[in-house]
Structure formats: C-alpha cells, structure tokens
Nanobody, 125 residues
Framework: LLVESGGGWVQPGGSPTLSCAAS????????IQWFRQAPGKEREGISCVSASGTNTHYADSVKGRFTISRDNAKNTVYLQMTNLRPEDTAVYYC????????????????????WGEGVLVNVSS
C-alpha cells in the first residue's frame, strides 16, 4: 500500500514536499515513480528514482524544479517541488515497479505494480 501526503493549496512560487510512504511491504527492490494528472489531461510521469536511489530521471516539465529522493530505511520516497506554477496543479500519484534492475528507472514507463490514491496539489493565489 502506497500513501501520498503533503499536498494541498500552494501559492505560486511555493515549495512543498510530497511524501510517498509504503506500508505492508518494503520498497527496497522497487523503482518509484511520481505521476501527475491535471484536469482534462492525461496522466504523465514526471520523475522516477531507482531502487538503489542512485539514479533519478525527470520529465522536461519539472526538470530543475523538482527533486526526487528516497529513504529505504523509512520506506518513503519524497518529491521536493520548488517554484510551483499554476500549471503544476494536478493530482500527484506515486507508484512502484519491480520492472527495472536496482540501478535503473524510466520516467516514461507506465508499467507499475502498485499505485497510491493520489494527492491534490492546487497552485493558485
């Protein structure tokens, strides 16, 4: 079970951090990916981190503004977001996959084993 937290209303330029916590099973062997789905748009993969934590990838839309990290001891993955824009408004989901070797992930992948319920981030003034 994956549970996201940290969403809510944020002013433009804000810098919240989302968390994705796993319960029941550890995440040590799974790559974790963050997706988002804005109103009326398709879900897009925006960032991933390998199981080892050594490799990360970002979509162009968030590169340079978002940072993904993980703490396997806490079974938690984080998405630090900075300089948020109204177009970042979306429901953010984390997902886990065992598809990749421990040092790899692919932000374009949609082959996930587990999904969280999602958390809304609303960027507005």
């Amino acid at each position: 079970l994956l549970v996201e937290s940290g969403g809510g209303w944020v002013q433009p330029g804000g810098s919240p951090t989302l968390s994705c916590a796993a319960s029941g099973e550890g995440l040590d062997y799974d790559a974790i990916q963050w997706f988002r789905q804005a109103p009326g748009k398709e879900r897009e993969g925006i960032s991933c981190v390998s199981a080892s934590g050594t490799n990360t990838h970002y979509a162009d839309s968030v590169k340079g503004r978002f940072t993904i990290s993980r703490d396997n001891a806490k079974n938690t993955v984080y998405l630090q977001m900075t300089n948020l824009r109204p177009e970042d408004t979306a429901v953010y989901y984390c997902a886990a996959t065992s598809t990749f070797v421990r040092t790899s992930c692919d932000v374009r992948s949609r082959s996930m084993d587990w999904w969280g319920e999602g958390v809304l981030v609303n960027v507005s003034s």
